[in-house]
């Protein structure tokens, strides 16, 4: 229970930062270098980003140093990232911009997993940062 707080602490840190750079990406550099490339460009910030918010919650919060405190803090926020993007239909390729229903949402990820693994290895690595603060 004591890492619930700074679980989802760090998940406002990381979501709050894409949900920013996420609409600079789509509004101003989809426009000029397309889907791909602009994802390609957002990257390295979202991991910068994402790790100092990972040390700022570790330091932030009186949480046990072990690894297993730090990766359940990773975890819960795992969880509620995975959550909200269910909720919300926002895990979808680009050039979608309706709502899916759950069962397209799942269909299209099984099917994409392969092809659009770039996004699962981000949640991996935004997650496992803790660790390593």
């Known amino acids: 229970m004591q890492a619930l707080k700074p ?3 760090y998940f406002l840190l990381v979501f709050g930062t894409g949900f920013v750079l996420g609409t600079i990406r789509v509004f101003l550099i989809v426009p000029l270098v397309g889907h791909r490339t602009a ?3 957002e990257m ?3 991991l910068i980003a994402t790790v100092l918010a ?7 919060f009186s949480e046990p140093r072990t ?3 730090r990766l359940s803090i990773g975890g819960i926020a795992l969880g509620l990232m995975l959550a909200g993007e ?3 239909g926002r895990h979808r390729t680009p ?3 309706r709502r899916r229903s759950l069962p397209e949402q799942r269909s299209e990820f099984r099917d994409g997993l392969l092809r659009e693994s770039d996004s699962l290895r981000r949640h991996a690595m935004a997650r496992l940062a803790p660790v390593t603060g």
């Open 7 to 9: 679980g989802f602490v």
């Open 39 to 41: 994802e390609l460009l």
């Open 44 to 46: 390295p910030l979202m």
């Open 54 to 60: 990972a040390r700022w919650t570790i330091r932030r």
């Open 67 to 69: 690894s297993a405190a």
């Open 86 to 88: 269910l909720a919300s």
């Open 95 to 97: 050039g979608h911009d």
